[in-house]
């Protein structure tokens, strides 16, 4: 129940997050979920996308550097509270968050956040069957 | 003048003088020095086929790596009992270059530093702040000694607390300050900062060397402390301090010919230039006992100025130092070669590692960036490992290279490539003009 994200290294400089959406752009790569994460001198771009192997190909291609990072993706109701439940359930059971970010689009009137943790076999396991629902690759780079 | 006899010796004495000297140096490296013994018969040579003075040229070269090689005492050409003090300064790996010095040296050390600080006008009643620093480095004790035996007042606060040295400067009416140039600069701000006016206190002149500085930044101090700003030229290798200085002319540097022999050489093929011609400095000490040196190649570029100095001495003068044959720079008057943070690159496990320095120079500090390409291997989507990353590269390299720096982490193939070798070094300091 594992999630393929692609991280992306960019330099703080004009231009270069345009570049990436347009490389994937004329590849017909999706972009399904982003996230930017921004230092002072330097930013990461995550993304969940249809293809993640053609895009890791495509941006390695153009010079940049790049990675696959292995991520949960959890479907939250989407209602007041939803986001909150999901979490205490988290830390219940000891599972850490490195970072996360929202799916632009919806599962069954669901709402989609991707979840990077810490032990991430651990949580899998942890979470299968428990109150918390994983979508599944085929799923999300679906949606 | 501290020796008028040497420093405005007719040309042919000093000739017949330094002629004399250098036999009995090239003796005594070919009895002491097995390293000496060998590469002189290699090249087929014995102290007896020296003819002359221009036979030097028949000497093999000494280099850097010749120093390392034989770490820590194996070109010394004296009893190591009879050696009372050692110098040291890092090198591109890691290995010190080690000097020695006997009582005698000590003493030919003192009299160059004396001639310098004479020269730039100090005497018994100047109040010297040797701001260099104190150590294995030979700026700070090379000035002491010197100033000691002019019978100047020494004040010798080393280097740091820039605050203190500027309060001690004050208090104590100092009248010559020796430090390197850009912490004269260093000073001059803190001293604004403080609301003190450099150009109110007693201080008339400064000794600046240790690194390369150009000419604006000599009106910059000069108008800043209201002083007269010497360059001084020396290296550990050779003595320290006090191989060569400005006179009140400021238009070259009078060597200490009496006790180094200086030529100037083409830096690809190794022949002599015609004096007057730019190319590498190469000395050979002629009096030195514990770690005599023949015909040691300074990598530092520069010619030498032969007409007459309207300041009475006779020494050839050799032009501010115009660059480097090699790639080395000087950062706030630590030599750093740009090979030490590949070194730590590969520890680090990346194996073709592309990296950048930038130096420039914020305020009137040196600064270093390192800007280092992130390739897959170091990578990962998490700032806080980024930044691990990123902090422990600073420290091993800072570790290193003796110095703080500051790291860059920057996208693959933003550091331009010139016929596939990578632009290693951007220098913002313009040291080397005019």
Same mark, same amino acid.
């Given at each position: 129940m594992k999630i393929r994200e692609i991280a992306v290294f960019l330099e703080n400089k004009s231009g270069r997050l345009a570049q990436v959406t347009r490389i994937l752009g004329t590849n017909g790569i999706n972009i399904r979920a982003l996230s930017l994460a921004d230092t002072a001198d330097f930013g990461i771009l995550r993304l969940i996308v249809n293809e993640p192997a053609k895009a890791l190909a495509v941006l390695r291609e153009a010079g940049f550097t790049v990675r696959t990072t292995e991520v949960i993706a959890v479907e939250v109701p989407d209602c007041p509270g939803g986001l909150a439940g999901v979490l205490q359930e988290l830390e219940t059971k000891g599972i850490n968050i490195e970072y996360m970010y929202a799916f632009v689009g919806k599962a069954e009137e669901k709402a989609i956040v991707i979840f990077r943790v810490e032990e991430i076999e651990r949580a899998v396991e942890l979470l299968t069957g428990s109150q918390v629902r994983l979508l599944p690759e085929s799923k999300v780079y679906q949606i | 003048m501290w020796s008028p006899e040497y420093e405005s010796m007719a040309r042919e004495r000093r000739e017949a003088l330094q002629w004399k000297r250098l036999k009995a140096v090239v003796e005594r490296v070919y009895q002491r020095v097995p390293f000496y013994r060998r590469k002189m018969e290699e090249a087929g040579i014995t102290p007896a086929d020296l003819q002359s003075l221009s036979d030097l040229k028949y000497l093999p070269f000494t280099t850097k790596d010749d120093l390392r090689e034989n770490y820590p005492f194996g070109l010394f050409a004296a009893d190591l009992d009879d050696v009372v003090r050692i110098h040291a300064s890092s090198g591109t790996t890691g290995k010190m270059t080690v000097v020695g010095y006997t009582k005698n040296d000590l003493g030919v050390w003192a009299e160059v530093m004396a001639r310098s600080i004479t020269s730039a006008g100090g005497g018994r009643h100047d109040r010297i702040q040797v701001a260099y620093g104190y150590g294995l480095f030979t700026g700070g004790l090379g000035v002491h000694y010197g100033a000691e035996l002019v019978g100047a007042m020494v004040v010798p606060t080393s280097g740091g607390n820039t605050k203190r040295q500027i309060m001690l400067m004050r208090d104590f009416g100092v009248t010559l300050l020796a430090c390197t140039p850009s912490y004269a600069l260093h000073m001059a701000e803190v001293a604004a900062e403080e609301g003190i006016n450099l150009r109110d206190l007693p201080v008339k002149a400064g000794i600046f060397g240790a690194e390369p500085w150009s000419e604006p930044m000599r009106r910059r101090i000069e108008d800043q402390f209201g002083i007269k700003a010497y360059d001084i030229y020396g290296l550990s290798e050779i003595i320290g301090p006090g191989v060569a200085i400005e006179c009140p002319e400021q238009n070259g540097l009078h060597i200490q010919e009496d006790h180094f022999l200086v030529e100037v050489i083409d830096p690809q093929t190794g022949h002599p230039l015609p004096e007057g011609e730019k190319g590498e400095l190469v000395f050979t000490t002629l009096t030195k006992e514990a770690f005599p040196l023949i015909r040691y190649r300074t990598r530092d570029l520069s010619l030498l100025q032969t007409e007459p100095c309207a300041c009475g001495r006779t020494t050839r003068r050799m032009h501010r130092i115009l660059g480097r044959t090699d790639d080395m720079l000087i950062i706030r008057g630590v030599n750093v070669f740009p090979s030490q943070i590949e070194t730590? @690159? @590969? /520890?680090?496990?990346?194996?073709?590692?592309?990296?950048? @320095?930038?130096?420039?120079?914020?305020?009137? &500090?040196?600064? &270093?960036?390192?800007?280092? /390409?992130? !390739? /897959?291997? @170091?990578? $990962? !989507?998490?700032?806080?490992? &980024?930044? /691990? &990353? !990123? $902090?422990?590269l600073r420290t091993r390299i800072e570790s290193a290279l003796g110095i703080n720096v500051r790291v860059k982490l920057v996208e693959p193939k933003s550091i331009p490539r010139s016929e596939g070798k990578a632009v290693r070094v951007i220098d913002k300091r313009n040291l080397y003009h005019e």
């Amino acid at each position: 129940m594992k999630i393929r994200e692609i991280a992306v290294f960019l330099e703080n400089k004009s231009g270069r997050l345009a570049q990436v959406t347009r490389i994937l752009g004329t590849n017909g790569i999706n972009i399904r979920a982003l996230s930017l994460a921004d230092t002072a001198d330097f930013g990461i771009l995550r993304l969940i996308v249809n293809e993640p192997a053609k895009a890791l190909a495509v941006l390695r291609e153009a010079g940049f550097t790049v990675r696959t990072t292995e991520v949960i993706a959890v479907e939250v109701p989407d209602c007041p509270g939803g986001l909150a439940g999901v979490l205490q359930e988290l830390e219940t059971k000891g599972i850490n968050i490195e970072y996360m970010y929202a799916f632009v689009g919806k599962a069954e009137e669901k709402a989609i956040v991707i979840f990077r943790v810490e032990e991430i076999e651990r949580a899998v396991e942890l979470l299968t069957g428990s109150q918390v629902r994983l979508l599944p690759e085929s799923k999300v780079y679906q949606i | 003048m501290w020796s008028p006899e040497y420093e405005s010796m007719a040309r042919e004495r000093r000739e017949a003088l330094q002629w004399k000297r250098l036999k009995a140096v090239v003796e005594r490296v070919y009895q002491r020095v097995p390293f000496y013994r060998r590469k002189m018969e290699e090249a087929g040579i014995t102290p007896a086929d020296l003819q002359s003075l221009s036979d030097l040229k028949y000497l093999p070269f000494t280099t850097k790596d010749d120093l390392r090689e034989n770490y820590p005492f194996g070109l010394f050409a004296a009893d190591l009992d009879d050696v009372v003090r050692i110098h040291a300064s890092s090198g591109t790996t890691g290995k010190m270059t080690v000097v020695g010095y006997t009582k005698n040296d000590l003493g030919v050390w003192a009299e160059v530093m004396a001639r310098s600080i004479t020269s730039a006008g100090g005497g018994r009643h100047d109040r010297i702040q040797v701001a260099y620093g104190y150590g294995l480095f030979t700026g700070g004790l090379g000035v002491h000694y010197g100033a000691e035996l002019v019978g100047a007042m020494v004040v010798p606060t080393s280097g740091g607390n820039t605050k203190r040295q500027i309060m001690l400067m004050r208090d104590f009416g100092v009248t010559l300050l020796a430090c390197t140039p850009s912490y004269a600069l260093h000073m001059a701000e803190v001293a604004a900062e403080e609301g003190i006016n450099l150009r109110d206190l007693p201080v008339k002149a400064g000794i600046f060397g240790a690194e390369p500085w150009s000419e604006p930044m000599r009106r910059r101090i000069e108008d800043q402390f209201g002083i007269k700003a010497y360059d001084i030229y020396g290296l550990s290798e050779i003595i320290g301090p006090g191989v060569a200085i400005e006179c009140p002319e400021q238009n070259g540097l009078h060597i200490q010919e009496d006790h180094f022999l200086v030529e100037v050489i083409d830096p690809q093929t190794g022949h002599p230039l015609p004096e007057g011609e730019k190319g590498e400095l190469v000395f050979t000490t002629l009096t030195k006992e514990a770690f005599p040196l023949i015909r040691y190649r300074t990598r530092d570029l520069s010619l030498l100025q032969t007409e007459p100095c309207a300041c009475g001495r006779t020494t050839r003068r050799m032009h501010r130092i115009l660059g480097r044959t090699d790639d080395m720079l000087i950062i706030r008057g630590v030599n750093v070669f740009p090979s030490q943070i590949e070194t730590v @690159l @590969l /520890e680090n496990g990346e194996a073709a590692p592309h990296y950048q @320095l930038v130096v420039d120079r914020v305020g009137n &500090l040196d600064d &270093l960036e390192v800007r280092i /390409e992130v !390739s /897959e291997a @170091l990578f $990962a !989507s998490e700032v806080r490992k &980024l930044e /691990e &990353l !990123s $902090a422990k590269l600073r420290t091993r390299i800072e570790s290193a290279l003796g110095i703080n720096v500051r790291v860059k982490l920057v996208e693959p193939k933003s550091i331009p490539r010139s016929e596939g070798k990578a632009v290693r070094v951007i220098d913002k300091r313009n040291l080397y003009h005019e």
